[in-house]
């Protein structure tokens, strides 16, 4: 009996278990297709929806804003988490990576594994310019792979050359553009090598020795270092296309043209025990053979002036920046570095003209050089594509738009007119800027002391660099404050090119003293038309001198 109640019982709990376990499976799957439908409809409702369904004050401040204060907002919050997304996804991606990178590993590889691998502490930054995301990672590879290189000689010998011990540190730059509705959400991805913290490599012949050939270590490691800064590095750029699509505006492309002019350097290190250094200067924006710019070698001088104009192709004026190294050369040894300078393109405004003397330091990437090598001068002119200038040399370009342009305008007679501009200046044309230089030396002050009696008999001279044309003052006796109110002309052939130098000398009986110099290149007076400065002397302790000079042009045209 008790076992029959006890099989009636069981059925009974059993069943009632099972109708419950069929409710609540019944119960969950609608509230599932419900909760679904619900999504749906959100994922449907515009901002415009749901504005109607709650007011303005129910919304998160993001919603309400603008377009760049939403990214603004989003900006800063992904900066605030990157760190955890660092961490996590840095190793996601290296044991991700590694297996496909094996995968594709050249045969002259031994293995090709990264040492480190980080994102970066850089956030990517979404941006309402473009349509785009740019995320920067720092990647370290200290690799021990085996490449082999077949090098051949001009006299026919062929030499197996591997190159081993390769450590790597550098930040890529990610560009993901243009952002779209369709997987994976970027039409395309933009990589460069924005910046190449170190790159280190040891070369050796198999079966040999590489230093029996002089010059065939250094010559393939500068073509290794030449090829990644010519096919990778920033602004250098390669696109692989996700989506089909148009994708020129990622190529890389000029945008603008910076002008250099290299004045001169002062108080420079000297490198030889014997005299003086020989120093000239490189410049470059890009550091390849094709793009550098080399000055003429000025002998035995701490004081050297070169005032040599160049140009230069920007392509990224916003990262890009201008390199000025001073070298000592050594003959047939190799040249000795004195110091070096950079101007970043963004501290220049496009089209005005940028008077600047420089430090130089020992290594651009130390921050913290206190010792002093000398300064270099520059005048530099950034000229982005689109300016209105009808002439290559864009040193002269307020100028062209001001007397120039009234020359053009007037004709040869002073009264035939241009009627339409655009036919003058869709020819490319060089301006020779002839014109007479009006410099009037009005005083000095405070000049120092050269003679025993503590005062001095100055004078000053005044030479033209390029035509030689010279000039000089009277005789002040027994004065540190002279003044002499004397006006000298110069006719001069190119002032784009020219150069004022003025010294200071003290009169003596049986000789002369120097007491220092100024130096002026003609850029300031040819863009003001006429202007008075206080110059300090170079070269001495102190001393300034007082000028007045003005510019009557004399333009000429020539197609180049």
């Known amino acids: 009996m008790g076992f029959v109640f006890g099989l009636v019982v069981g059925l009974v709990v059993g069943l009632a278990i099972i109708v419950f376990f069929v409710r609540s499976e019944n119960s969950r799957s609608k509230r599932r297709n419900e909760l679904a439908a619900t999504v749906a409809a959100f994922a449907r409702m515009t901002v415009e929806d749901s504005r109607k369904i709650l007011p303005a004050q129910f919304y998160p401040s993001w919603v309400v804003f603008s377009q760049r204060q939403k990214l603004t907002w989003l900006n800063q919050h992904l900066t605030k988490i990157w760190p955890y997304v660092n961490e996590a996804a840095s190793d996601l991606i290296k044991t991700s990576v590694e297996p496909v990178l094996e995968q594709y590993r050249p045969i002259i590889l031994a293995s090709l594994k990264f040492s480190k691998f980080t994102l970066g502490t850089v956030a990517p930054q979404f941006t309402d310019e473009a349509d785009s995301v740019t995320m920067e990672m720092e990647m370290q590879w200290d690799a021990n792979s085996s490449i082999i290189l077949d090098i051949k000689t001009y006299l026919g010998v062929s030499l ?86 148009d994708y020129s505006d990622l190529e890389l492309k000029p945008v603008g043209i910076l002008e250099v002019k290299l004045v001169q350097a002062r108080d420079l290190t000297n490198k030889d025990i014997i005299g003086k250094s020989d120093p000239y200067a490189v410049l470059y924006v890009r550091p390849l053979p094709d793009k550098t710019k080399k000055s003429k070698t000025i002998n035995n001088e701490l004081n050297p002036i ?80 689109g300016m209105e200038n009808g002439f290559t040399n864009s040193f002269s370009s ?150 007045h000079l003005k510019w009557m042009p004399q333009p000429i045209f020539r197609d180049s």
């Open 160 to 245: 197996p050359v591997q190159v081993k011990d390769i450590g790597f540190t550098g930040v890529f730059r990610l560009i993901f553009k243009p952002l779209v509705n369709e997987f994976p959400c970027f039409g395309a991805v933009c990589f460069s090598l924005r910046k190449k913290k170190k790159l280190d490599f040891t070369l050796k012949v198999i079966g040999g020795d590489i230093s029996t050939i002089p010059g065939l270590s250094d010559a393939i490691e500068s073509t290794i270092r030449d090829a990644i800064e010519d096919s990778i590095m920033w602004p250098v750029r390669k696109i692989i296309c996700i989506l089909p699509g």
């Open 306 to 385: 070169w005032n040599e104009h160049y140009e230069f192709i920007i392509e990224d004026a916003t990262t890009q920046h201008l390199v000025v190294r001073i070298y000592d050369d050594e003959g047939l040894q190799a040249s000795e570095l004195i110091g070096c300078a950079q101007v970043q393109i963004r501290e220049l405004e496009p089209g005005k003209v940028k008077d600047v003397w420089l430090n130089l330091v020992k290594d651009l990437e130390i921050q913290r050089d206190t010792k002093y090598r000398g300064q270099v001068h520059l005048e530099l002119l950034y000229r982005p594509f």
């Open 398 to 547: 307020n100028f062209s738009m001001t007397s120039l342009e009234k020359v053009l305008k007037s004709g040869a007679n002073g009264t035939d007119t241009i009627e339409n501009e655009k036919a003058v200046t869709q020819k490319k044309k060089e301006v020779i800027i002839r014109g007479v230089l009006s410099v009037t030396v009005i005083s000095a002050e405070d000049l120092p002391i050269v003679d025993l009696m503590g005062k001095a008999d100055p004078y000053v001279v005044l030479t033209m660099k390029k035509s030689e044309a010279r000039n000089k003052t009277r005789v002040v006796n027994d004065s540190l404050n002279p003044a002499w109110n004397q006006t000298f002309d110069f006719v001069v052939e190119d002032g784009l090119h020219d150069m004022l130098i003025l010294e200071v000398w003290d009169h003596d009986t049986f000789g002369k003293d120097y007491m220092g110099r100024c130096i002026l290149t003609l850029t300031r007076v040819l863009l003001e038309g006429e202007y008075k400065d206080s110059l300090k002397l170079e070269g001495a302790k102190s001393g300034k001198l007082n000028l």
